[in-house]
C-alpha cells in the first residue's frame, strides 16, 4: 500500500520585547537563573497582569505579513496543567478567540510551489525552564522565562513531505527576521517547532492518527525526525498495528523518535476565559498604523530582484533569505553595479567562508563596500579572477581595501602585450613537443600552455591576452 504524509507545524517564536508580556520584568536572554522575576510573572497572591502594547503591535506585524484575518476583538483564556516550571498551575494564552486567523504563506519545495494555511496565530507566555542535574537525581527550575512573550503560529496539515515543512520554517522564519518581530535564535529556543504527523493511504481523504514531535531545535533536525517518524508510522500499519496518538520526542544522537507522553486534547486543558484580563481591542487605525510601516517582504523583495536586478530566481530566492544578506547585496552594487558577479561571489566566496567560520551575514569579515571595489578591480583588468580569490582571503584576515592589499602584495595584473609576448615565448621554447602537437591539430595543448604561462607568471598575465598572443605565436 502506498502512503501519504499529512503535516503540521506549530510555531513559537518569541517577540524581541524588552520586557515580559505582563510585567515589567525584563526578557533577555542569559541571565543568572530566577533574576528576572516579580510576583506578576511568580503568580503571586492578589497581583494582576497588565498587558504588554508592543506585544499586540508585533503580532499585528505577523497577521499582516502572513495575510491573516485580525479580530477587532480577542480573549486571553487560561490553559491549565501541572508541571513544575509553570508558578501559577495555568498558562495566559489564547483559545477560542485568538488575534488572527485564515492565513497563508507560499513555499517553494524543489521545483514545487505550494500555498500553506495558517490555521491561527495567538498570544501567549511562556513557561519556565527545567534544568536537571546530570550528577544527582534533582531538576531545579529557572522561572526567568516565565511571562517571556511568544506568538504561535498553527499551520494547515497542508504539508505532505519533510522538505515541505522544511521549507514552510525555513520562510516563517525569515518572515520574523525580516518584520523585527523575533532573532529566530533556535539555539537560544526563541524560534521553535512543534510538529504533528500523520500518514493515510495515498488518495484518501481520512487523516490518520497523528502523533506530535517535540524537542526540534533545528530545520534539518525538523526535516530528520519527520522522515524517521513517517516510516515508523508506515511500518506499523504494514504489519498490521494501530499508530497511537501521542508526544514523541527527538532524539538527535540516535535519529529516532520516542515516546513521551499520551498527547493530551484541548478539553484537557481545562481552558477558560482569564478574569483578570479584559478582551483585547484591535482598531483599523492601529493596524493601517502597523501596515505603514511593515518593510518590504521576502516575496515582494525576491521578485523586485529578478526584476530590477535582472537575476535568476535561484540568485533572488538566495539573496532574499535574510534580510541583512539582501541589504548586503544592494550595498555591494552601490559600489558595483553589476548584480549578476555581485551575486555570484557574495553565494560563492562570502556565504562559504561565513559558513566555514560559522558567522552570519552581520559578522562578515568583508565589508560590502570592499566586495565591490574587488569586482571593480577584476572588472578594470587591474587583477585577474584567479588572484582576486587571494585578494579576498587577505581582506577577510586583515579587513584592508582589495586595493591596499594588491597594491602591498604586488598583485597587479600585467596587461602589456610586450610582457606577455616575453612570457609565452619562455613557454613555448621550453615545450616544443607540445608545440608540434599543437600544430599537428592537437588543439586541447592550448590548455596546457595558458597553465603554464600562469604558472610563469604567478597568476598575473591578463587571461585574455594571453590567448591571443599565443594564438598568434603559434599560427
Known amino acids: 500500500m502506498e502512503f ?6 506549530e510555531v513559537h517564536a518569541q517577540l524581541k520585547t524588552k520586557t515580559k508580556i505582563f510585567c515589567n ?7 543568572a537563573p530566577n533574576t528576572h522575576v516579580c510576583p506578576v ?37 487560561r490553559k491549565n496543567y501541572f508541571y513544575p516550571d ?9 483559545y477560542e478567540l485568538p488575534i488572527a486567523q485564515f492565513g497563508h504563506i507560499d513555499i517553494e519545495a524543489g521545483d514545487n510551489k505550494k500555498r500553506i494555511g495558517i490555521t491561527r496565530i495567538h498570544i501567549e507566555e511562556d513557561a519556565g525552564k527545567l534544568i536537571h542535574d546530570p550528577d544527582r537525581p534533582k531538576s531545579m527550575v529557572d522561572f526567568n522565562r516565565t511571562g517571556v512573550p511568544l506568538m504561535e503560529i498553527v499551520s494547515e496539515p497542508d504539508m505532505r513531505s519533510p522538505e515541505e515543512a522544511g521549507a514552510y520554517l525555513r520562510k516563517l522564519h525569515s518572515v520574523v527576521r525580516y518584520i523585527g518581530v523575533c532573532d529566530g535564535n533556535m539555539e537560544e529556543g526563541s524560534f521553535r517547532c512543534d510538529a504533528n504527523i500523520s500518514v493515510m493511504p495515498k488518495g484518501s481523504t481520512t487523516f490518520g492518527t497523528r502523533t506530535e514531535l517535540k524537542n526540534l531545535n533545528s530545520f534539518r533536525h525538523v526535516e530528520k525526525a519527520l522522515q524517521f517518524e513517517i516510516g515508523r508510522q508506515k511500518e506499523i500499519i504494514a504489519d498490521g498495528g494501530q499508530v497511537i496518538q501521542e508526544t514523541r520526542l527527538w532524539d538527535s544522537a540516535k535519529n529516532m523518535t520516542t515516546s ?30 502597523v501596515k505603514a510601516d511593515l518593510p518590504e517582504l521576502p516575496d515582494a523583495k525576491k521578485e523586485r530582484f529578478v526584476r530590477e536586478y535582472g537575476l535568476p530566481s535561484y540568485d533572488a530566492e538566495v539573496l532574499t533569505s535574510a534580510r541583512e544578506l539582501a541589504d548586503y547585496f544592494e550595498d555591494c552594487i552601490k559600489t558595483f553595479p553589476q548584480p549578476k558577479p555581485a551575486s555570484n561571489w557574495i553565494m560563492g566566496s562570502l556565504l562559504g567562508l561565513l559558513n566555514a567560520e560559522g558567522k552570519s551575514i552581520d559578522e562578515s569579515p568583508v565589508s560590502a563596500e570592499n566586495l565591490g571595489n574587488l569586482l571593480k578591480l577584476i572588472a578594470d583588468g587591474v587583477i585577474s579572477g584567479k588572484i582576486a580569490k587571494t585578494v579576498f582571503e587577505e581582506m577577510a584576515k586583515t579587513g584592508k ?12 595584473q600585467v596587461s602589456g602585450k610586450p ?27 592550448l590548455g596546457f600552455f595558458v597553465g603554464q604561462i600562469m604558472k610563469e607568471s604567478k597568476g598575473k598575465a591578463n587571461p585574455a591576452m594571453v590567448n591571443e598572443v599565443l594564438k598568434e605565436k603559434l599560427s
Open 25 to 31: 520584568c525584563s526578557s533577555e536572554f542569559g541571565a
Open 86 to 94: 509553570l508558578p501559577k498551575g495555568y498558562q495566559i494564552s489564547q
Open 419 to 445: 610582457a606577455i609576448e616575453e612570457i609565452v615565448a619562455k613557454v613555448l621554447s621550453r615545450h616544443p613537443k607540445e608545440v608540434e602537437d599543437y600544430k599537428g591539430g592537437k588543439t586541447k595543448v
Open 401 to 412: 581595501s582589495p586595493r591596499v592589499i594588491v597594491t602591498e602584495k604586488g598583485l597587479v
Open 4 to 9: 501519504e504524509s499529512v503535516i503540521g507545524l
Open 260 to 289: 513521551m507522553r499520551g498527547k493530551e486534547d484541548a478539553h484537557d486543558y481545562r481552558y477558560f476565559p482569564d478574569p483578570d484580563l479584559l478582551p483585547l481591542v484591535v482598531d483599523d487605525a492601529w493596524i493601517q498604523a
Open 41 to 77: 510573572c511568580l503568580g503571586m497572591p492578589g497581583v494582576l497582569p497588565v498587558l504588554n502594547r508592543k506585544v499586540v503591535e508585533y503580532t499585528i506585524r505577523m497577521a499582516l505579513a502572513t495575510h491573516c484575518s485580525l479580530a477587532r476583538e480577542s480573549r486571553f483564556a
